[in-house]
């Protein structure tokens, strides 16, 4: 079963139900037959991002999204998180923000589904969503699938 990770940009535009491409993003990471993970970081981005949008109007209801968001990456929830292992990730995004210009979390969460999706996935694809070109183009570039 192919292995799906969500960047937060991606799962923030599939929870924020004003941005474009908000249906095709909840159809890829919700409701199909992928395995989807992401890093445990994506939890405190995505009430970040919700937070956010609910001081300029647009999720007035941010509290229930975010409740949703809760369940969603629980212990039965539909995304896995992956806990941080800082002694493997952090110096991986460190070569990914040198080689490849991105930002800090963007670093991070490449580096996550680089070094930990090969487990995770056991032999089957893996693919890296994200909303970001760069952290796309560095993902392409190390050879993952980019939705």
Do not use: C, K, N
Not at 25 to 43: I, N, P, Q
Not at 59 to 82: F, H, K, N, R, Y
Not at 113 to 137: K, S
């Amino acid at each position: 079963m192919t292995l799906v990770y969500a960047d937060t940009s991606a799962l923030a535009r599939a929870y924020l139900t004003d941005e474009v491409g908000h249906e095709q993003l909840r159809t890829l990471l919700f409701e199909s037959d992928y395995r989807v993970v992401t890093s445990e970081l994506a939890r405190i981005e995505l009430a970040s991002a919700l937070v956010s949008a609910s001081r300029t109007g647009r999720t007035p209801g941010w509290e229930e999204v975010l409740a949703t968001m809760e369940a969603d990456t629980g212990p039965a929830g539909m995304i896995a998180l992956i806990a941080l292992r800082r002694e493997l990730i952090l110096p991986a995004a460190l070569r990914l923000v040198a080689e490849h210009r991105l930002r800090t979390l963007d670093a991070i969460h490449l580096a996550v589904a680089m070094e930990e999706g090969p487990r995770l996935a056991a032999g089957d694809e893996i693919q890296f969503v994200t909303l970001d070109r760069d952290q796309a183009a560095a993902a392409r570039a190390l050879g993952l699938t980019v939705r």
